[in-house]
């Protein structure tokens, strides 16, 4: 392993996780927060479509995240967007004690207690009230929704961030959200400045190779 990976990474770091589209292969990569506007990518690996069965796109993630883990031998925070709201993986987090901040829709059924010993069932956008709040979801699985401020100019609605980030205050979790948006711009970097847009590579190893180059380039 690349000497260099092994010393950025480490568990102190937030690692941002994110699908995008190379030269004809859907990428799940790895990238490691820096909060100078792009991400740097430490681990990366190809989905083969067409995906066989249901449910094998999110096997795939969960198996990238254990050998990105094996490799490493860390547990970083690991920061995610909408798209991976999955039961499965957000269970698999908390089995191994990893810290997450994933955005969900403000559509997503939580349940709050009720005051009577029970549980309430309702939406994210429905807690009106508080903008930091213990919930369950996923079950019984006990987590936090942090709602961001909303700035009609910016954002067309609030983010609604679930996390099992119960240290961390409220303003520190947005943020690490917030730089989120830096993997994005790094995929914008490969595919424009560095010309991968207009690669269509068949074999998966000369692209891994290609790729790497580009981010160490």
């Not at 690991?78 to 994933?102: C, H, M, N």
Request: some cysteine; overall charge positive.
């Amino acid at each position: 392993m690349n000497l260099f990976l092994i010393v950025l990474v480490h568990s102190q770091q937030v690692v941002i996780i994110d699908f995008s589209t190379f030269c004809g292969f859907q990428v799940l990569t790895l990238a490691v927060q820096t909060h100078e506007g792009r991400a740097i990518p430490v681990y990366f690996d190809c989905l083969t479509y067409p995906i066989e069965f249901v449910g094998s796109q999110n096997i795939f993630i969960i198996d990238t995240l254990k050998r990105f883990i094996e490799q490493f031998k860390i547990k970083p925070a690991f920061v995610l967007d909408r798209g991976f709201t999955i039961p499965s993986l957000i269970q698999f987090f908390e089995a191994d004690e990893i810290v997450f901040y994933v955005r969900c829709k403000k559509t997503k059924l939580i349940s709050i207690p009720d005051g009577n010993g029970g549980d309430t069932m309702l939406s994210a956008q429905a807690l009106k009230h508080t903008n930091d709040t213990t919930i369950k979801a996923y079950g019984d699985l006990q987590l936090r929704l942090i709602k961001s401020a909303f700035n009609r100019k910016k954002h067309k609605e609030p983010w609604y961030i679930l996390t099992n980030d119960f240290s961390s205050t409220r303003k520190e979790i947005i943020t690490i959200y917030y730089h989120r948006f830096e993997i994005e711009e790094t995929f914008k970097d490969l595919k424009h400045v560095f010309g991968l847009k207009k690669f269509f590579i068949k074999r998966m190893m000369s692209f891994k190779v290609l790729l790497w180059c580009m981010i160490f380039c």
